[in-house]
């Protein structure tokens, strides 16, 4: 979230899409009816379903799982047309001026430079035009046709009402009412904040989904303000503090983009990642990168990682290709594995194609599930009827399950939503032997060091120097670890304006980034969290609760990262004079001297308004992108279909068979081949979560379980009455992949839509049930789902695909 | 006079026997239907939060006992955490059943292994797992680390054994495992974040 859960209370207008926030985060989408009641705000759901959301909604517009682009894309043409934008706000903080290359152009389903064998796009004409300065050419007014603005307008003028409508299957009046709302809040004191989950991400184009609404969201100037912004309601708990922390392999803690096989050196390696700044004054924040990389770099090898052996650059290890879930299991499927360890994750429930994972796991040598509970994957070689046939003897894989505890068994930090960091305390131990992820992690580690350093073996150099500070040494306090995490003083750490002043003595916890340093002389294992144990000691363990503002910012309670700031981009709250556009829901403003507010203000605090530089502090141009090149299949969001879809083309593109779904996403072969076509996969299936489960762990919980014992699929009454389906019969749900037998639950919140003269209905298939638990035994899901991701994050494709149904 | 639950708690907490909520301007009847709190009263509490969605609901998790080092602390009770800004004190249906995921009858009580072929678990000490598991991990990296690439570059990446992080882990056990990861070489990580 670029905002936090209680600044939702300050919108004027909420936006519930990709997500149903009244029942996958029922506490959060409190504030959500608190500014219903409080400001009168409007609540706007568009989905598939009639959702609990949508229940309790003041409008409510249907949409085809899959063509959200084409909703979105439409609503900006509809702004661009009607003139509904916050044209102070888009000239001055955003590319929209941006003079655009001469040899960008988009051509019937495809953006310049595409390479249709490698399905994926050379960028070298998505860029800006640049002065010998090598700085970004603007044209202030908007008119010049090569500028961002024009050429988005130009782009959007596709989306005209009637096609988002044959297209999204939204009837045109519902669609226009949705603008209508949205049109609204292009007023300067007016506010949308846009609360969406899963139900964006889980596409081909999940990214571009997003990428559109932050469009819109600056189009009517919502970002930076109270009440506005984009709000990704994650899913775990912990979500959001896993990402920060970055196990992942395409970038390390804090989102520096891990080394690869180009990067031959520390001086290389740190160079491409330093941003040259394309405007005249703009803070480019990324420049100071080498910080951040040699801080983490001490954090891990301390004084084995020196300027003279490159901060030991050597021993990180180099990415050569994707690593990415999907990519995993699909090296393990090609036996390109051997071993595999899952720390609280349930991979044979939670990713695409069921058959596939479960395959790939039987070629391991050895698997470790680390966890609380027995989960599915810990017994995908063990025969459980029909919800999991196998053949043991058949399976060599060595399968070892060690037991985890649980939130309420250790101490520590989650990150919330909202990016604010907040300590818990242990409260018991847990159940038999279980030991926290801390000490398992460290036995294993620790045991590896004692065998390198006994018996030698392959590169023991970083194993043997890595940091391990801990007063118990199998045993790492959660206390040690997030000092670590936000950093300390090696050496003396000097005001750069004043090299007498000392700002922190060695050993010193640091006040926050800004104090770190490349000369070795800091530590930090994470610079996005710095500062979130001072020398004022923990404060994501605060918790003072007041808020004298009333907007709901409780700056005192635990700590948002970065820099404790609640609303990133605030300084484009107001405006380029340093004056709130809203004053009654001021965040910062310029007092003459200072920036300062009910915010940790998005600026650095003495940068005078006339100095101008912009709010987008983490861009290169210090403005917020239109026309943004970094995303994988164009710098414009275009509507693709979905790998499977019920149409045999892309309307917007009806004459070009390779645009109908993304050109840029990976398909691995094999996959290409098992994705169903309409004739015999007729409906669209989506996933999604009810009130009372969490994923696959609350079918262990009795209570839970009670309350929802048993699978089943909801479908229209309409398609009930075509496949002779009653309430309650069971039936029997096939893809191209496998099938899934649940209980029908025949609705009117579901219904048919008309698509490209089509009649299209929908199947909702709730996600929670499989072999192990306690609820009554059912199937796994994502037996059915394609095995495809998003082309920029690969997250897969959950929520649209093709099933067919009858009764079992 | 408005009293809370939670300051009810307090002054029955503060030493007062039961008989006398009377003297306290309650009518008895409102204080019987608070059985439940006598009990609670005496626990301990302690702030956590909901582990599930990522609203992350602030909690108060009641145990038997004191902390003091022989008792066991047993959890009684689980309920929202009224000071907590975003929740106030509420929880949905999936944090109001909390207390039934930490006694599920599913949790893994002590290390298990499955091994080739067979088709039962067998319980093994610690020691023995992580030592296993451990001499597969180095046997696997010793084999496959790939020290330079084709062109000579030094890349020491392992890429043979992966490795899927939670999502509901603490900040500081995600940071542990990703250090220790990366010093050993891999690359082949990734979390629950992405799906
Ligand atoms: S109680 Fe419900 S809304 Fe709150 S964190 Fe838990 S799952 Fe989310």
Same mark, same amino acid.
């Given at each position: ?240 503090? @896993? ?228 007063? @118990? ?336 | ?195």
């Amino acid at each position: 979230m670029t905002n936090h859960w209680v600044d939702i209370k300050n919108a004027d207008l909420v936006l519930v899409m990709g997500g149903n926030a009244a029942e996958a985060h029922p506490c959060g989408f409190k504030w959500v009816i608190e500014a219903k009641k409080d400001r009168k705000a409007k609540l706007v759901v568009v989905d598939p379903r009639f959702t609990r959301s949508a229940a309790v909604s003041d409008y409510y517009a249907p949409i085809r799982s899959g063509s959200d682009i084409a909703f979105l894309g439409g609503v900006i043409n509809y702004l661009l047309t009607n003139d509904k934008i916050h044209h102070d706000y888009v000239k001055a903080y955003t590319n929209a001026s941006f003079l655009i290359d001469e040899g960008y152009k988009f051509e019937d389903g495809f953006f310049s430079g595409y390479n249709p064998e490698k399905r994926s796009y050379a960028k070298d004409t998505w860029k800006y035009q640049t002065d010998k300065d090598g700085y970004a050419k603007v044209d202030p007014t908007l008119q010049d046709p090569r500028c961002a603005f024009q050429l988005m307008k130009q782009h959007y003028s596709r989306y005209t009402p009637e096609l988002v409508s044959k297209v999204t299957g939204t009837p045109k009046d519902a669609f226009l009412k949705v603008c209508e709302h949205i049109a609204e809040t292009a007023a300067p004191n007016k506010t949308m904040t846009i609360c969406y989950a899963l139900g964006w991400t889980q596409h081909s184009v999940g990214s571009q989904n997003i990428r559109t609404m932050a469009m819109i969201q600056l189009l009517l100037g919502n970002m930076g303000m109270a009440g506005g912004g984009i709000n990704a309601l994650r899913g775990h708990a912990n979500v959001q503090g @896993i990402t920060d922390m970055c196990l992942y392999s395409e970038v390390l803690p804090g989102y520096l983009a891990a080394p690869t096989d180009a990067d031959k050196n520390w001086a290389e390696f740190v160079d491409k990642r330093t941003p040259k700044t394309l405007r005249p004054n703009q803070m480019n924040y990324g420049q100071n990168f080498s910080k951040w990389a040699t801080s983490l770099m001490k954090a891990w090898y301390g004084a084995a990682a020196t300027d003279k052996n490159d901060y030991a650059y050597d021993w990180l290890p180099k990415k050569d290709a994707a690593y990415d879930v999907l990519a995993i299991f699909e090296r393990m499927h090609q036996g390109k594995m051997n071993g595999f360890l899952c720390q609280g994750f349930n991979p044979l429930a939670s990713v695409s194609n069921k058959k596939k994972v479960g395959d790939a796991m039987a070629k391991l040598k050895y698997l470790v599930v680390i966890d609380p509970l027995a989960t599915d994957t810990s017994e995908f070689w063990k025969p459980h009827g029909e919800f999991n046939e196998a053949d043991p003897a058949k399976i060599q894989t060595e399968v070892f399950r060690l037991p985890a505890n649980l939130f309420a068994e250790e101490s520590g930090s989650f990150t919330n939503s909202g990016r604010v960091i907040q300590w818990h305390w242990k409260a018991a131990d847990g159940p038999g032997e279980s030991k926290g992820d801390i000490e398992i992690m460290a036995g294993l580690f620790l045991k590896l060091k004692e065998m390198y350093a006994k018996d030698g073996g392959k590169l023991p150099e970083p194993i043997l120097n890595l940091t391990w500070p801990h007063r @118990i040494a199998a045993k790492p306090s959660p206390e040690e670890l997030l000092m670590e995490i936000s950093g300390k003083a090696l050496g003396e750490v000097l005001d750069p304006k004043d090299k007498t002043k000392v700002l922190a003595k060695p050993g010193e916890q640091l006040a926050g980034f800004a104090q770190l340093r490349d000369d070795g002389s800091t530590a930090c294992g994470n610079w996005i969290y710095g500062g979130c144990w001072s020398q004022a000691g923990n404060l994501t363990a605060r918790r003072d609760n007041s808020d004298p503002s009333g907007l709901g910012q409780t700056l005192n309670w635990g700590y948002a990262w970065p820099a404790n700031r609640r609303i990133l981009y605030n300084r484009a709250s107001c405006d380029v004079s340093g004056k709130p556009w809203d004053p009654k829901r001021a965040v910062i403003k310029w007092s003459g001297t200072a920036w300062g507010g009910n915010d940790v203000p998005d600026m650095r605090p003495d940068a005078a308004p006339d100095e101008n530089v912009m709010p987008f502090i983490m861009t290169a141009e210090g403005v917020a992108r239109l026309f943004a090149p970094a995303l994988a299949e164009g710098p414009f969001p275009e509507h693709y279909e979905p790998f499977e879809t019920p149409l045999d083309r892309n309307p917007f593109h009806p004459n070009n068979p390779k645009a109908v779904s993304n050109p840029a996403a990976r398909v691995y072969k094999g996959d290409m081949e098992v994705f169903g076509k309409a004739k015999d996969f007729p409906y669209v299936a989506t996933t999604y979560r009810l009130v009372e489960h969490f994923h696959f762990w609350t079918k262990h919980a009795r209570i839970n379980a009670v309350l929802q014992p048993e699978q089943f699929v909801e479908i229209g009454e309409e398609l009930a009455k075509e496949k002779g389906i009653a309430n309650g019969d069971k039936v029997k749900v096939r893809s191209n992949r496998g099938f899934i037998k649940a209980v029908a639950v025949v609705t009117k919140r579901i219904k048919a839509l008309d698509v490209d003269g089509k009649k299209v209905h929908t199947v909702g298939i709730p996600l929670h049930w499989g072999f192990k638990g306690v609820a009554k035994p059912g199937y796994i899901t994502n037996t059915l789902t394609p095995f495809v991701g998003d082309a920029n994050s690969q997250t897969p494709e959950f929520k649209a695909f093709l099933v067919n149904i009858e009764k079992a | 006079m408005q009293v809370t639950r939670r300051q009810f708690f307090k002054v029955c907490g503060a030493g007062l026997s039961g008989s006398s909520i009377a003297l306290m301007g309650f009518s008895p009847a409102p204080a019987l239907a608070e059985v439940r709190s006598f009990k609670l009263a005496r626990a301990t509490e302690t702030r956590n939060m909901c582990p599930y969605c990522s609203v992350s609901c602030g909690v108060l998790i009641y145990t038997t006992g004191d902390k003091s080092k022989n008792a066991k602390a047993d959890i009684i009770h689980i309920e929202g955490d009224p000071d907590n800004p975003v929740n106030r004190g509420t929880l949905c249906p999936k944090g109001a059943g909390l207390l039934d995921m930490v006694k599920s009858p599913n949790r893994l009580k002590w290390p298990e292994v499955r091994e080739p072929g067979s088709s039962e678990w067998k319980r093994i000490s610690w020691d023995d797992a992580i030592s296993r598991i451990a001499t597969h991990m180095k046997k696997d990296r010793d084999a496959n680390l790939v020290e330079k690439n084709a062109e000579g570059v030094t890349v020491n990446r392992w890429n043979t054994t992966g490795f899927l992080a939670s999502s509901a882990a603490g900040n500081e056990a995600g940071y542990l495992t990703v250090k220790i990861l990366r010093g050993l070489g891999a690359v082949a990580l990734d979390t629950q974040a992405r799906i």
